[in-house]
């Protein structure tokens, strides 16, 4: 099963902006705009934070925000919180097999 | 209020078989497509299967063939019937709501359980 690729890690201060990219194929993000995020904290369950590319679900803040270029998809923390500071998965549908994959997974740190 | 809690998982030996269940409720599992997603300690997130509206069910390859998953509409809960476990089958395994679109594409995963730990070793 190939996942899709991220960085392993990112960083920013407080304040600043912070970009995952998540890189695909023409099976997955490039040819469906369902590219969703999740946020995951030790311990703790993911939680979607985007979905469709760019939407965002009821509660979470508009300092995250979705983008899709050809087979990448990308995350935008604007105003890094201490809060942000979690494991970031990109995840999409695919026409492959395995029907859903998820991103290697980036850690973002507050610094 | 809408969620989803996991049980089932345990230490078993390799080789072995559990059963995970999935308990829904502020929502019906019949009109949903529901997913198991598995992240082995210190890795990321895994898709391992999906099961549909209609009864139909989906694997990823590395359990295709020795998991089933499988729902219980009178209960409202959702099954991982794994069978033959493996040492790298060793992971936190969630259960989460899929919604979907209109033709049958998983959109995103909106509610997820807190997990339930599998551990296979002797």
């Known amino acids: 099963q190939s996942a899709l690729t991220q960085p392993p890690s990112a960083s920013g201060s407080p304040g600043q902006s912070v970009t995952i990219s998540c890189s695909g194929t023409s099976s997955d993000v490039g040819n469906y705009n369902y590219v969703s995020w999740y946020q995951q904290h030790p311990g703790k369950a993911p939680k979607v934070i985007i979905y469709?590319?760019?939407e965002r679900p009821s509660g979470v803040p508009d300092r995250f925000s979705g983008s899709k270029s050809g087979n990448t998809a990308s995350l935008t923390v604007s105003g890094l919180l201490a809060e942000d500071e979690a494991d970031y998965y990109c995840s999409s549908y695919t026409n492959r097999n395995n029907f859903y994959v998820f991103g290697t997974g980036t850690k973002v740190t507050v610094l | 209020e809408v969620q989803v809690v996991e049980s089932g998982g345990d230490l078993i030996q390799p080789g072995g078989s559990l059963r995970l269940s999935c308990a829904a409720s502020g929502f019906t599992v019949s009109s949903n497509y529901m997913s198991w997603v598995r992240q082995a300690p210190g890795k990321g997130l895994e898709w391992v299967s999906v099961?549909?509206?209609?009864?139909?069910?989906s694997y990823a390859d590395s359990v295709k063939g020795r998991f089933t998953i499988s729902r219980d509409n009178s209960m409202n809960t959702v099954y991982l019937q794994m069978n033959s476990l493996r040492a790298d089958d060793t992971a936190v395994y969630y259960c989460a709501r899929a919604p979907v679109t209109s033709s049958g594409v998983l959109t995103n995963m909106d509610v997820w359980g807190q997990g339930t730990t599998v551990t296979v070793s002797s």
């Open positions: 099961t549909y509206r209609g009864g139909g069910t």
């Open positions: 469709e590319v760019s």
